[in-house]
């Protein structure tokens, strides 16, 4: 016999948990999970303040995560201070833009992760940073620069003007990033 289906119903912008229920609810967001993972939650013994749904970019889906309980089981080192790559990738999820004639940095967003997050609830209040440094040391930084998360989703991208005198160069630079989605691309535009 398999194990009952509960529906989570969520807030699509925050991943605020609204209700639990056996029945599923057409016209909210809901997220099926087994009854064993939210028993807690139902039986009143934990709080859905400490739950929340979020995208899963790894595996790119929405999971409810206690948000006291941090796993880093799916993240490796590189994970954590990932060098984003030059070479050309078809559709790369994200997309960062050192744009030496118009003097900004403009980050993007692919069109099947754009069409993924659209398709699912996502919660979309969380920042991305990314690290300019020289090339191939991450311990040397030049600027961070920090990117609000749905407003590249809603905006499709997102600009950041040049401050520093280097950005208008072709400095050889690498930019570092936590790796929260599968592909990623630096490009270089010069003129």
């Given at each position: ?51 929340s749904v979020e995208y899963n970019a ?118 570092y990033t936590s790796r929260r989605f ?10």
């Amino acid at each position: 016999m398999s194990e009952a289906i509960m529906y989570v119903s969520f807030e699509k912008d925050t991943g605020k948990i609204l209700s639990i229920s056996n029945e599923k609810d057409e016209t909210a967001n809901v997220l099926e999970v087994p009854l064993s993972e939210v028993l807690g939650l139902v039986e009143g013994k934990e709080s859905f303040s400490s739950y929340s749904v979020e995208y899963n970019a790894k595996t790119k889906s929405l999971d409810l995560i206690n948000k006291f309980e941090h796993t880093l089981d799916h993240f490796s080192v590189n994970d954590f201070i990932y060098e984003m790559p030059e070479e050309a990738i078809d559709d790369p999820d994200i997309v960062l833009i050192q744009d030496i004639p118009n003097t900004c940095w403009k980050i993007k967003m692919g069109n099947d992760l754009k069409k993924n997050l659209k398709a699912k609830g996502v919660r979309l209040n969380q920042a991305m940073l990314f690290s300019v440094t020289e090339k191939g040391d991450p311990n040397v930084l030049y600027k961070t620069l920090s990117v609000h998360f749905g407003t590249v989703v809603s905006d499709n991208y997102y600009i950041v003007p040049f401050s520093m005198p280097f950005e208008t160069t072709d400095q050889p630079i690498s930019v570092y990033t936590s790796r929260r989605f599968d592909t990623y691309k630096l490009e270089r535009i010069y003129e």
